[in-house]
């Protein structure tokens, strides 16, 4: 849905840079066992939203088209007493591939990094302890019922045969144990399976500029959110 607009939450990037390619948000998620977590602002209207999070892999930066963007939405409702409805862009206009932030290389000692998209609103706070802040998520699988059908009834065995009486010139008689077929019940198992709630899916714009073929072992990211009105 390239009508949604956005409004900029919670950002991070550089976090030091006394030598290149420094630390970045993207290196403190990965520290805090790819968890974060964002705190909506009380002032926020109540209502239907998009949440956008987004992590740009800067490693190839510094030459147009370098940067990589892997964006992430999901459905959102906002509740409480808030009334402001901040204004808005459009994920396709959040940046383009000449923007500071997104041409940017990383490879130098630096003091600052803009991150891109627009400005955090007013009442935007970041959540500074993050070491601790993963919420484990938590379910009880259930078992199915099964949809095994049930064994099928076993077939009677046939009457034995009498063997032929001799004849004149008496040959050997061959006579055969009464044929008997036993067919094995069919029994399906089902696995357990974890029961889940998900939020419904969501789509987004997402920008994402073609790779580079430069390769470094260690991507240096940073990561903004911003969210998007659901309007009827």
């Given amino acids: 849905m ?8 919670s950002e991070v990037g550089l976090v030091d840079g006394a030598s290149g390619p ?5 290196d403190l998620l990965i520290a805090n066992g790819n968890g974060w977590m964002v705190k909506i602002p009380d002032n926020i209207a109540p209502g239907q939203y998009v949440l956008r999070h987004e992590i740009i892999a800067l490693h190839s930066g510094g030459q147009e ?3 990589q963007n892997y964006p992430q939405c999901i459905n959102l409702e906002i509740t409480g007493s808030g009334s402001e409805t901040p204004a808005g862009v459009r994920g396709t206009e959040l940046y383009s591939a000449s923007d500071d932030g997104i041409l940017f290389n990383i490879y130098t000692p630096l003091d600052s990094y803009p991150v891109p998209g627009p400005a955090l609103i007013a009442g935007a706070s970041p959540i500074t302890e993050q070491s601790a802040s993963a919420a484990a998520s938590t379910g009880t699988p259930t078992t199915g019922a099964g949809s095994g059908s049930p064994p099928p009834a076993p077939t009677d065995a046939p009457a034995p045969t009498s063997a032929p009486a001799p004849t004149s010139a008496p040959a050997p008689s061959s006579s055969s144990a009464p044929a008997t077929t036993a067919i094995a019940p069919s029994t399906t198992s089902v696995a357990p399976q974890p029961t889940s709630t998900a939020a419904p899916p969501a789509t987004c714009a997402a920008k994402k500029s073609k790779r580079s073929k430069k390769v470094r072992r260690h991507a240096r ?3 903004s959110r911003n969210v998007a009105p659901i309007r009827a």
Wanted: hydrophobic share 30%.
């Fill in 221 to 223: 990211d940073v990561k």
């Fill in 22 to 26: 420094g630390t970045y948000g993207s």
């Fill in 2 to 9: 390239t009508s949604l607009e956005f409004f900029k939450i």
């Fill in 65 to 67: 088209n370098g940067a």
